[in-house]
């Protein structure tokens, strides 16, 4: 079970945009992204601006 399973929306969301503010590897970025969408919250993203 992945780790990211334990955070709420609110702090998926969170880690997401300062992953992407922080310029992180492009793998830990696509991880977040795939759990949001698992989620169905990708609607409170710009998926505009997802790498």
Do not use: C, T, W
């Not at 793998?27 to 993203?45: A, C, P, V, W």
Request: glycine content about 6%.
């Amino acid at each position: 079970m992945s780790g990211l399973k334990h955070l709420s929306n609110d702090l998926l969301i969170d880690s997401y945009f300062q992953a992407v503010k922080m310029d992180l590897e492009s793998d830990f970025i696509g991880l977040l992204l795939d759990e949001i969408r698992s989620r169905g919250i990708e609607s409170r993203i710009n998926l505009n601006l997802v790498p």
